[in-house]
């Protein structure tokens, strides 16, 4: 079985296509017995049970797949806990109100990013209800029209090249910086008062 880069795989000379669903049902019931798939020369490891994931690094020829809880909105989550932040960092928050559509994460907080090229300040998606983990909050003064404020929060992210196109996940160890409106996030286990940038 050999890997190919347009997303699909030959057997025999057939080729056959992997949609992201059916990679998300295979690797979440793998994940519920604890299996690791074997692709090409690298492995793909699935953690989780839900659907709704995401792929983190690939690094060294292993690629980790990352399955979120479903879907919440703040509704669902109730009274914001009123302890603060403890710690250094970094602390989680909540995607929360986006729907089925998600939330960008940008590289920059400002408008452009001094992209030139619409699209090129994204660095992938995150899915609503997933966490992701923030390291600071700033008012940069730019708002998007879909939001009322212009607070945003750099989190720890896998990517740092322009990506308008997956679902990833921000986990606390990740390398690279992204930025994500504060109107979409509810704080995990604090008060959402983390320290300035």
Same mark, same amino acid.
């Given at each position: 079985m050999?890997?190919?880069?347009q ?11 992997? =949609?992201?669903?059916?990679?998300c ?10 299996v690791?798939?074997?692709v090409a ?7 989780g049970?839900?659907?709704g994931?995401? +792929?983190g690094?690939?690094v060294?020829?292993? +690629?980790? +797949? ?11 989550l109730?009274?914001?806990? =009123? ?7 970094p602390?989680p ?7 089925d559509?998600?939330?960008?994460v940008?590289?920059c907080? =400002?408008?452009?990013?001094g ?9 992938g998606l995150v899915r609503?209800g ?8 700033h ?7 879909d939001?009322s ?28 910086r992204?930025?994500v ?15 300035p940038?």
């Open positions: 050999k890997l190919l880069l997303g699909g795989w030959k057997a025999k000379g057939h080729r056959f296509k992997i =949609t992201a669903v059916g990679l049902l295979a690797v979440a019931a793998a994940g519920a017995v604890g690791r798939l074997a020369s690298g492995n793909v490891t699935a953690s049970t839900n659907t994931c995401g +792929v690094n690939a060294g020829g292993q +690629v980790s +797949v990352r399955c979120d809880p479903p879907s919440i909105d703040e509704q669902r109730g009274a914001v806990p =009123t302890a603060a932040p403890t710690g250094a960092g602390w928050f909540y995607v929360v109100n986006t729907g559509l998600g939330l960008w940008r590289q907080n =400002t408008e452009t990013c992209c030139r090229t619409p699209g090129c300040e994204r660095l609503n997933a966490t992701v983990y923030g390291l600071c909050r008012d940069s003064a730019f708002r998007p029209v939001s404020t212009s607070v945003w929060i750099e989190i720890t992210w896998p990517n740092n090249m322009p990506n308008e196109h997956d679902a990833m996940m921000s986990h606390p160890t990740d390398r690279y992204g930025w409106n504060r109107e979409y996030l509810a704080p995990a286990g604090h008060n959402g008062d983390i320290r940038c």
